[in-house]
């Protein structure tokens, strides 16, 4: 019996398919796995954030029964293949390059740092055994600044370095900086930080390794963006032939950046297993994920503002210091995409932009959603002020900036083009929403009562995955691959690289699918995390929308004529004659020639069309993006702020974005949601806190605190009308904005509500107590 | 180690373990009920909220063997049939989640709380659910999914 | 983070509880709701060579008036006490503090008996207790004692519970007639421990104040009694003047704690602003009991 399938899936909020596992507690999570002979594994890690290591004793922690193995860092070293960072060295990050062995040897460099790897029958007895190994260090001062890396005299966390610059200082112009200082009416001046925070995803990071000696495989489940790129670090380090191993996900609990590639703590557990021929598992606990996996955003800036007194922004100068932590990760790279980002949607003519990275005793800075966000705060933090020095609206103000979207494209003062965007339209929408006139008295009058309210907005634009340039590749991140095939029992199957930790590509790759090949929604089946299976991909950055929407759109586009080609041979049509519709292919105009697909399939797998066709209903597709495109938006909030205990109450929190066509709205309205969550979370709550000596304070949820159900409020979420560029795809990515423009919309209102107080603010982390010290601090200054 | 009997999703199940076993590693390990998840150990995140006697319980806080003779329920035992019950229907239909981690805490504490508050408004809703954490939501999805199904519950 | 071992011990009678205690005395530690042991245990901060689970001695649980007082059971669960219409009548600034403890599940497990004996001075229990000058009943082999919570409190996280006690039941006062209590909290957020906390307890006759109690939670490192604040409200009628008058002298030979969530001077401007509140809603309910 025929189904009659939806007209159009894409553009619909299907149900998602994986929600009946997810529902029902049958997600198969990492830790869920379950291997025979299994052990666990627990590591040794340092107390102290800087010193060397003297000795290591592990005699007991091996007497003790349970405990199977126990594995120091230079026997680590003895079973891997040593090297620098695999992950910096893939990405092709230049500069200095760090030496330091998988487990810690000669030294420590982060409160955390794993020194040893305990193998026992239960994690319990892992962990007793950790406590049983005896390491004797020998204390070095700590680098818990990043002004005191900077500082020659720091010692150095890697001895080949020689000092503790992660980044050596580069400094680059984009246009007349020099003359369009010269040429303003006014300078500003502003120092702004950001604090550390990190992406805390529910599920940490883990894995599950088994080697088989017979065969010589490598097999890792783990928690991955990427099982392709796990895979080849894994290869790398292990000293293994690509083809050797395998590494499989299934669901993972949320990244946001954090599970790229294969931790030291993953290829430490994968060389014990080899060792000790059982499948060895690594389950991180919060405690570790808190302490190590990684934190982001702790970045300084100096920023000079060139300003004509009518309120155009001519030009920025701009230093940035950013604290990378200890051990590679991604923060050597994030000021050259800050950089490129710094303009915004904005008529900017010069930019002078330096910076510097250093190395200090804390964790690695890792991606962490949308890691170039800093731009986005500090531009529209500066906005706001000048505004308000002017003596404009802040929303005036950024309409006058904000370039106009012309036919050929305004191109950013650092090369992008500004095809297609928004902005303007996103501003005008959500003044409209707001009613700002109605606002002002409503606060007005709440002031009388002593009650402080505040409106603030941002607005931002982000690459996802940008537009093409001229003669250029598309995104930031190349091709995107995706195999296709038809099935014999008539399930289209499509083959990702894409890793979805949260995005619902599985169901959002079959709408467009489905919609493009003309099965039900049901009839398609999207295959991810096996690495002998899917092509290389990698889910981050925003791309998947686009590019693997586009690859999806693209390749069922392709299978079909395939598919076509061999109905048009058997029903004897022209293959323009025929079309597919609920999954059946059938002649224009006669219903009651309908052949299933799976009818199709099976007669070409049974070699039907004869010696010279090709009988294999699969293709390899690939999409280099189309036109892309910007995805932006505005976001607006509502705040309320106790001026005597300082609590902050998001009152009310508003959307306009533009991510192009929407795919699955409830999907898109979800990850926006999820963004300024974190976003809230970064203003308000969170912060990887450490002393001034590097000890680590914030590793518990008792001390990193994560937004609530009670800190956020609903969200209101409104889609522009998209500017379509390509004839096919204009799906843009979503996943990052949300958090990208959160902060600077939060402080904004926050700053709006202290108005009576004179207060500027110049950061982003405003827990209670910091705001009555921005109030006591402003009163006195007047 | 120590010989303990509770009745699981209606069955009646038996152990052995060493008293310092949370209560969550033994439904996932020794019962292999892999459902309940563990987000933090240390009672704040919710992931691992089950059901224990009618009470709404954060199984990383229990010892196993505090749950001997008891009725626990989790995730696994809430839709018969194979198929889902209304609240998972209803969260189903509304989006209620993206990465699945937290969502059998939520389920379960949701579960819990309709059960004793079947017409809580949404300031009562969210304030019972802040016991929970999701990084992916912004929540707004739950709350609707939990709200859909007490209406649906009404109009049965 | 996985619990260390320890050698596990299910009495079902007090008596055998408290056998247990007099042989390992400081080596154990009593489990009953968890909520607070289980964390520490987890964190491997608490290593005790036995745990004693007294959830199986129901003697140790319920709730009975006696002569004035309300006598609670150390095992009685807090959600127990959150929905007893014994507590809600006779102790409402009881009533008033529980739901602010964690949240609900954390209140499944949690005990009375268990947040006292453990004396986090952030807590909400805590607090309460001493303001309405509760009392703690301990029992060893030698019999019993009953502690005023004036003197149980004797520093962070410890006690006047010795070793080989057990603490069994805790009596609150019940609320005299034109007594209004109010509790109020300022936490990061709804469900956290307190940054600053305050049980306020109010009694009006002819329209003066004549019982004055206010206790901070998060303030040092046990929960403070504002006696100054107290001593300047007795006998006086009730004005904004007045509280701000009290506010200011609770905070005056206060020495809060630094963290995280709060300096010094934060949480002394934040206990000011709560006794304000905290007065002003005490004396509104105060007045509407009378």
């Known amino acids: ?782 | 180690m120590v010989d303990i009997t509770l009745r699981v999703n209606g069955e009646t199940r038996t152990g052995s373990t060493e008293a310092r076993k949370t209560l969550a590693d033994f439904l996932r390990d020794d019962l292999e009920l892999t459902g309940t998840h563990v987000g933090c150990e240390h009672g704040v995140c919710g992931a691992c909220t089950v059901i224990v006697d009618d009470r709404p319980v954060r199984s990383c806080l229990m010892l196993a063997v505090q749950a001997a003779g008891s009725e626990v329920a989790t995730i696994e035992g809430l839709a018969t049939d194979g198929g889902l019950n209304p609240l998972q229907q209803a969260m189903w239909d509304s989006h209620s989640f993206q990465c699945g981690f937290c969502t059998p805490g939520f389920v379960m504490q949701a579960t819990a709380f309709l059960r004793k508050h079947p017409d809580a408004d949404e300031q009562q809703l969210r304030e019972a659910l802040s016991g929970n954490i999701c990084r992916c939501t912004g929540y707004q999805s739950i709350i609707d999914g939990v709200l859909l199904a007490a209406e649906r519950n009404r109009e049965r | 983070m996985k619990l260390p071992p320890f050698d596990y011990e299910a009495p079902e009678t007090a008596a055998e509880a408290i056998e247990l205690l007099a042989e390992h005395e400081d080596e154990a530690s009593v489990l009953a709701g968890g909520q607070s042991l289980i964390p520490l245990l987890a964190l491997r901060l608490a290593r005790p060579t036995v745990l004693i689970d007294i959830n199986g001695v129901p003697e140790l649980a319920g709730i009975s008036a006696v002569d004035g007082w309300l006598a609670i059971g150390a095992t009685t669960r807090e959600y127990v006490a959150e929905d007893s219409p014994a507590v809600a009548d006779t102790v409402p600034l009881l009533a008033a503090a529980l739901p602010f403890i964690g949240h609900e599940a954390i209140r499944s497990r949690g005990t009375i008996g268990g947040s006292l004996a453990h004396g986090d001075p952030a807590a909400e229990l805590p607090a309460v207790a001493r303001a309405l000058d509760a009392e703690l009943v301990v029992r060893s082999r030698s019999g019993e004692r009953v502690i005023p919570v004036a003197d149980w409190f004797d520093g962070y996280l410890t006690t006047a519970r010795r070793p080989d006690e057990l603490l069994v039941e805790v009596r609150f006062p019940a609320a005299r007639q034109g007594t209004g209590t109010s509790f109020l909290e300022v936490a990061r957020r709804h469900g956290d421990f307190a940054i600053v906390g305050l049980a306020t307890s109010l009694t009006l006759s002819d329209g003066k104040i004549s019982d004055a109690r206010l206790a901070f939670a998060g303030m040092s490192d046990v929960p403070v009694r504002a006696t100054e604040a107290e001593s300047v409200l007795i006998g006086e009628r009730p004005s904004a003047e007045l509280f701000d008058e009290a506010a200011g002298r609770a905070i005056a030979d206060i020495d809060p704690p630094s963290d995280l969530h709060g300096s010094p001077e934060y949480r002394k401007k934040v206990a000011a602003t709560l006794a304000r509140r905290g007065l002003r809603a005490a004396v509104d309910r105060a007045a509407s009991a009378n």
């Open chain 1, 1 to 782: 019996m025929t189904r009659i399938a939806a007209e159009r899936y894409t553009g619909a909020s299907i149900r998602r398919s994986e929600d009946p596992r997810i529902l029902t507690g049958a997600g198969r999570y990492v830790d869920d796995i379950k291997l025979p002979g299994m052990l666990h594994a627990a590591f040794v890690r340092s107390p102290l954030p800087h010193a060397r290591v003297l000795s290591v004793d592990v005699s007991a922690a091996r007497k003790l029964p349970g405990v199977v193995a126990v594995y120091t860092g230079a026997e680590i070293e003895e079973m891997t293949v040593p090297g620098p960072d695999a992950l910096s060295t893939l990405l092709g990050s230049t500069g200095p390059t760090p030496e330091f062995s998988l487990l810690a040897t000669g030294k420590v460099r982060m409160v955390g740092d794993p020194v040893a790897i305990v193998v026992a029958e239960s994690r319990y007895l892992a962990e007793d055994g950790c406590e049983l190994v005896e390491v004797e260090y020998e204390d070095l001062p700590p680098v818990a600044t990043a002004d005191f890396a900077l500082d020659p005299a720091s010692p150095p966390l890697f001895e080949n370095l020689g000092n503790n610059i992660a980044r050596p200082h580069t400094r680059n112009e984009f246009g007349d900086v020099a003359g369009t200082f010269d040429r303003a009416d006014r300078v500003f001046d502003f120092h702004i930080d950001v604090h550390r925070h990190q992406n805390v995803p529910m599920e940490g990071r883990g894995s599950v390794a088994s080697y088989d000696a017979d065969s010589g495989r490598m097999t890792v489940y783990t928690a991955t963006q990427s099982v392709q790129l796990s895979k080849i670090i894994v290869a790398m380090r292990l000293g293994l032939e690509q083809d050797k191993v395998r590494v499989l996900a299934g669901d993972i609990g949320g990244s946001f950046g954090l599970k790229i590639g294969a931790s030291r703590e993953e290829l430490a557990a994968a060389a014990a297993a080899r060792a000790l021929g059982r499948p060895v598992k690594w389950i991180e606990d919060r405690g570790e994920n808190l302490t190590v996996s990684g934190q982001a955003r702790e970045e300084s800036f100096d920023i000079r503002a060139a300003v004509t007194s009518d309120g155009d922004l001519l030009g920025l100068d701009v230093k940035m210091l950013i604290d990378t932590g200890s051990y590679p990760a991604m923060g050597g790279g994030v000021p050259d995409i800050i950089q490129a980002m710094l303009p915004g949607p904005y008529k900017l003519t010069a930019l002078g932009f330096e910076s510097t990275g250093v190395t200090t005793n804390k964790a690695p800075y890792v991606a962490y959603r949308g890691p170039w966000a800093s731009e986005t705060f500090v531009r529209e933090r500066i906005l706001d002020v000048i505004a308000k020095e002017l003596g404009l609206e802040p929303l005036d103000l950024r309409l006058r900036n904000v370039a106009s979207r012309t036919d050929p494209p305004a191109l950013m003062i650092t090369g992008r083009p500004l095809v297609g965007i928004t902005t303007r339209e996103s501003l005008d929408r959500v003044a409209a929403m707001m009613d700002y006139p109605a606002f002002r008295q409503r606060q007005a009058e709440a002031r009388t009562h002593g009650r402080y309210l505040g409106i603030g907005m941002a607005t931002f634009i982000e690459a996802a995955p940008g537009p093409r340039e001229p003669g250029g590749p598309s995104g930031p991140m190349g091709l995107e691959s995706m195999r296709l095939r038809l099935d014999e029992d008539g399930i289209v199957v499509l083959f990702t690289g894409q890793m979805p930790h949260g995005q619902s590509h599985q169901t959002t790759l079959a709408q467009i699918a489905a919609d493009e090949f003309g099965v039900p929604f049901e009839q398609v089946r999207v295959v991810v995390g096996d690495t002998d299976v899917v092509p290389f991909g990698v889910t981050g950055g925003s791309r998947s929308a686009t590019m693997t929407g586009g690859v999806a759109l693209h390749g069922a586009r392709e299978l079909k004529l395939k598919v076509l080609d061999f109905a048009s041979h058997l029903m004897e049509v022209s293959a323009q004659d025929l079309q597919v519709t609920d999954g059946n292919v059938w002649v224009r105009g006669d219903p009651d020639s309908a052949i299933p697909l799976s009818e199709i399939a099976r007669r070409a797998a049974a070699g039907e069309f004869g010696p010279d066709a090709d009988a294999d209903l699969e293709v390899l597709a690939s999409f280099d993006g189309g036109e892309g495109g910007w995805s932006g938006g505005t976001h607006c909030a509502i705040v309320e702020v106790d001026a005597e205990t300082g609590l902050v109450t998001v009152e009310r929190y508003v959307v306009v974005e533009d991510c192009g066509a929407l795919i699955n709205p409830a999907v898109v309205e979800g990850q926006i949601r999820g963004g300024v969550a974190q976003g809230i979370g970064a203003v308000l709550l969170e912060r990887s806190a450490y002393d001034e000596d590097g000890n680590f304070q914030s590793a518990t949820f008792m001390d990193y605190l994560m937004p609530t159900a009670c800190d956020v409020p609903r969200i209101e979420i409104e889609h522009l009308e998209t500017v379509p560029l390509d004839a096919d795809v204009n799906f843009r990515g979503v996943g990052e904005g949300g958090m990208i423009v959160a902060p600077p919309t939060l402080v904004s209102a926050i700053e709006d509500a202290l108005t009576p107080f004179g207060v500027r603010i110049y950061e982003q982390h405003l827990p209670p107590a910091r705001i009555l010290e921005l109030i006591a601090a402003a009163d006195s200054a007047q």
